[in-house]
Structures are given as structure tokens and as C-alpha cells.
């Protein structure tokens, strides 16, 4: 039997475990590194590479990504001062989303960003206002989000092509001129698409970036704006599950080369930006929980952990049909062979908090720590955390065989902290810290 651990660029499991509690999100710098470098290769340089940060908007990922060249998409006020803080210069940042505030577009205009990219016309109206009482010198960059009139295939959630809030309608856009004509504060430099989001395979991604291509010429050429910046999205999938495999970067690299070459060499001092956030994050990161009680129930075995869906929606498989699990390991023994299937569970007060349904493992006692791999994107940031107040885990990135804690873990105090006791009453007798009941 190998009784071999786990570990994270030399550090055994157990050591982070014991230092940091958990459960624990783990992100290691050298498969961040990697993943980045890899893709960089491909890709024609001509290329930017933007991370979005809603896939994991730590600030310490957020600035590893930065230093190694990327930029930053964000969609949130805090996104968006999250970027700046970590270090990403306010050229390489794009701002995006369907409901963005006023508050949101005047911190990108004092921010002086690369563009806010509009979702619709309404907004290249409010931006136009807003610039214009804010006195700006010159005009306040944008790009148009356009949902193409084509659809794409491949996509395990589509984002364009369809009936969508994002972006404003191709044929909407082609009747725009007159509204584009009459805005005096920002500038339209270029066209944004996005398809949509999990592609694997890479034929898919190079039909989207040939065909949005080709749409931003034909669009700039009928309105007669510039093409400085096109974002042609990305969405590149990692393989979660069984029969899924992980996209050829070289043939996507191929693919997206041969694509963008005739429209580089017609718009030489056009920028061209991929936007990725799963893709760059999901496979450095590691959701590491301990098993508590291990059970039977009529013949089925359980592991009931530390954390579950309330950290890791993800892994419940939204937008899916058919539950699927993640990988998930044993890391006390990874290389022992599985001695029976498992369902491995959190401790929430619902038949939902089901992490990974049936996976064979080693034989699994209290106290082993299970680890959920490739879950660095769509953890914590798309979780319901504060159900059952158990609140969010701690985070650690590993960097040259060191542990750093990077999020501190959700203490009682800290989910009570922005609460209000008061008392309804009047009475004196409502809410009394001192009464029946208090610790």
C-alpha cells in the first residue's frame, strides 16, 4: 500500500491542513504559471490575454496573473479597484456587464481604463452624460458588446447568438449609426463579442473568433467607427468530467493564428484581446476538506466533510441535466486503489449539498482529508457561503514551495459583524445581551 500524501510544490497536504484549517482552497503558482505560459505560446502574439476576474477575483491571484502579463476584465466596482490594487496598469482593464451603475462607469472614467464595453445603447447614452458633466478633457473610450446574428456550437452555456441581456443585437447595432453620430463625450474604438463559456473542443473557438472578426470589419466599415480594440471573448473549457478531454492547445493555437493573421495585417494597430478566467485559474486550485463521519445508508456509503456546495456550487453541476462529478481524490493516499465508491457530502441541512455522487476511493476514516481538483474558477465567487452561517474558508496560494494565506477564513464574528440587534419592542425585554439565552 503506498501510503504517500499529497502535496502542493513539496508541502504535504497535512502541513496546510494543520496550519490553516479547513476546509481550504489551495491554488498553486507553478500550475498557474504554467497554464498562462502555455496558452501564451500558441497564441499569436498579436493576441492579448485578459483574466476575468469573476472566475477567482482574489487579489493575490489576480496580481500573479497580472505580473505574468495578463490584463484584467472585471465586471463589479470591486473588481475593478481588486485589478488596480494588484498591480494591472488601467490601460490593460476592460469593464463589463449588463447593469453596470453609475457609481461603476464614473470609477472607470476617473480610473481611465482601456474602455467600458456598453450593453446597450441606453448606456453609451448615460456614459455620454455622465462624461460630459465630469468636464473630461477628451472623449472616454468604449467598445460595443454585440450579440452576433450567428450562434455557435460547443458551449456549455451560450452567451450570444441568442436571445440574451448581454450585449446590444447585431441588426440593432446596424441601425445605430444616427445614435452613434450624436455622442460628443465617448468615442466607439471597437467591438466586443463573447459566445459563450466551457468550449473544448478548438474548431469551435475558431469559427467563433474567424466569424466575430469578420462581423467587427463589417460593422466598423457600415458605421464608420475605428477598429482599435477588438475583444473576440474566449470561454475555453477545462475537462471536468469522464469522457471529457482537455482542448489541443496547439491546434487552437493554430487555429486562432490562421484566423486573426488577414485581419491583423488589414488592422495592424488594431488590439486584440482574449478574455479567459476558467481556463487560466481552474486547474491550479484544490478545494481540501476533512472528512467527519463516514456512514451507510441502505448500502450506500457516505462521507460527510467540513465544506461542500455551501464553498463549491460548482461542483453540484449547474446548468447541467445530469449530475457529473468533479475529480476528487483521496490526498492522504492518492496512489492507493479505490476500495469502494463513495458520496461525498458537506454538513448543510439539505439533500442538495451533494459534492460528488458514487466516486471511488480508497477507503476513507474520519479525519482523511478528500480533495475537489481543478477548482480554482467558480469556487468561493459563485458559492452560497453564508448558508448556514457557516461562512467562507480560508484561501492559501503556494509560491516556491511556500504557503500563504491569501483569505482569511469567515469567523462567527465576522458573519455577525454587519448584523443589527435591535428591539422591535420598545420594551427593553427584545434583544437584551444579557438575557436568557446569551454565551
Known amino acids: 500500500m503506498n501510503t504517500a500524501e499529497a502535496r502542493f510544490q513539496g508541502l504535504p497536504v497535512t502541513t496546510l491542513a494543520e496550519e490553516f484549517g479547513t ?12 497554464t498562462y505560459r502555455r496558452l501564451r505560446t500558441v497564441l499569436p502574439e498579436t493576441v492579448d490575454v485578459f483574466y476575468s476576474l469573476k472566475a477567482n477575483p482574489n487579489i493575490s491571484v489576480c ?35 449588463p447593469g453596470k451603475d453609475a457609481r461603476e462607469l464614473a470609477a472607470c472614467v476617473d480610473a481611465g481604463i482601456h474602455a467600458v464595453v456598453c450593453e446597450s445603447l441606453e448606456e453609451l447614452r448615460q456614459l ?17 458588446r454585440v450579440n452576433p446574428s450567428f450562434g455557435s456550437t460547443g458551449s456549455g452555456l451560450a452567451m450570444g447568438g441568442k436571445p440574451r441581456q448581454f450585449g446590444i443585437d447585431e441588426e440593432e447595432v446596424r441601425r445605430a449609426k444616427d445614435t452613434l453620430a450624436e455622442l460628443r463625450h465617448v468615442r466607439v474604438k471597437g467591438v466586443h463579442a463573447y459566445m459563450g463559456t466551457r468550449f473544448l473542443k478548438h474548431e469551435d473557438v475558431v469559427r467563433n473568433t474567424a466569424g466575430i472578426l469578420s462581423m467587427a470589419e463589417d460593422l466598423a466599415g457600415h458605421l464608420g467607427i475605428p477598429l482599435e480594440t477588438v475583444d473576440f471573448g474566449g470561454g475555453l473549457g477545462v475537462a471536468y468530467f469522464e469522457n471529457e478531454d482537455d482542448l489541443d492547445l496547439d491546434a487552437l493555437g493554430a487555429g ?44 450506500e456509503w457516505f462521507v460527510v466533510a467540513d465544506g461542500g456546495t455551501n464553498h463549491h456550487m460548482a461542483a453540484v453541476g449547474i446548468g447541467s441535466f445530469v449530475k457529473r462529478n468533479f475529480p476528487v481524490t483521496h490526498l492522504g493516499r492518492p496512489a492507493d486503489p479505490a476500495a469502494r465508491p463513495y458520496t461525498l457530502t458537506g454538513p448543510l441541512c ?18 482523511d482529508l478528500l480533495g ?3 477548482s480554482g474558477a467558480y469556487g468561493p465567487t459563485a458559492s452560497p457561503g453564508l448558508f448556514l452561517s457557516h461562512g467562507f474558508p480560508a484561501e492559501v496560494l503556494v509560491h516556491r514551495g511556500r504557503a500563504r494565506l491569501i483569505r482569511e477564513r469567515d469567523t462567527t464574528e465576522d458573519m455577525l459583524a454587519r448584523q443589527r440587534l435591535v428591539d422591535l419592542g420598545g420594551t427593553g425585554d427584545f434583544g437584551d445581551p444579557g438575557g436568557e439565552g446569551a454565551p
Not at 84 to 97: C, E, Q, S, T
Not at 128 to 144: H, I, K, Y
Request: hydrophobic share 45%.
Open 23 to 34: 476546509p481550504l482552497f489551495v491554488y498553486d503558482t507553478e500550475v498557474l504559471e504554467g
Open 372 to 374: 475537489v481538483e481543478r
Open 350 to 367: 439539505t439533500p442538495n449539498d451533494v459534492v460528488a455522487k458514487r466516486v471511488p476511493l480508497p477507503e476513507v476514516v474520519p479525519g
Open 128 to 144: 455620454d452624460d455622465m462624461v460630459a458633466r465630469s468636464g473630461a478633457s477628451a472623449p472616454f473610450p468604449v467598445l460595443l
Open 256 to 299: 486562432v493564428r490562421e484566423a486573426v493573421a488577414p485581419f491583423a495585417a488589414r488592422h495592424p494597430h488594431c488590439r486584440l484581446i482574449m478574455e479567459l478566467g476558467r481556463f487560466l485559474t481552474a486547474e491550479a486550485g484544490t478545494y481540501v476538506v476533512r472528512a467527519r463521519y463516514v456512514k451507510q445508508s441502505r448500502g
Open 63 to 97: 496580481a500573479f496573473l497580472g505580473a505574468q502579463g495578463a490584463g484584467a476584465e472585471v465586471s463589479s466596482h470591486t473588481e475593478l479597484v481588486t485589478a488596480l490594487r494588484a498591480g494591472v496598469a488601467p490601460r490593460d482593464i476592460i469593464f463589463l456587464g
